[in-house]
Nanobody, 121 residues
């Protein structure tokens, strides 16, 4: 069982940066692809970024391409989401997730509890 715990959310102003972290407790996420999602009130959950286990292959949604960067430290069982140039529309609960297999855009099985990011204008 992979257990994921997000941290690093908070209240920031537009244009600021934040770095979210997602650590695995219990079983290592060795071999798992990792993704960051967000869900704003009244909206569907969306995949923002994902990274593979091997070679660090990445995927980014168009809405965050160029502003957000996903990375992982496999030795620490931690995945990060660096968020720059934050906008009020980035306000949401951010979740990390893990999955087996090569496809990055769907099929996530394990989820963290989420961390709130609020961007004021």
């Amino acid at each position: 069982q992979v257990q994921l715990v997000e941290s690093g959310g908070g209240l920031v102003q537009a244009g600021d940066s934040l770095r979210l972290s997602c650590a695995s407790s219990g079983r290592t996420f060795s071999g798992y692809a990792m993704g960051w999602f967000r869900q704003a009130p009244g909206k569907e959950r969306e995949l923002l970024a994902a990274i593979s286990w091997i070679h660090g292959r990445t995927y980014y949604a168009a809405s965050v391409q160029g502003r957000f960067t996903i990375s992982r430290d496999n030795a620490k069982n931690t995945v990060y989401l660096q968020m720059n140039s934050l906008k009020p529309e980035d306000t949401a609960v951010y979740y990390c997730a893990a999955k087996s297999g090569a496809v990055l855009t769907n099929g996530y099985s394990y989820w963290g509890q989420g961390t709130q990011v609020t961007v004021s204008s």
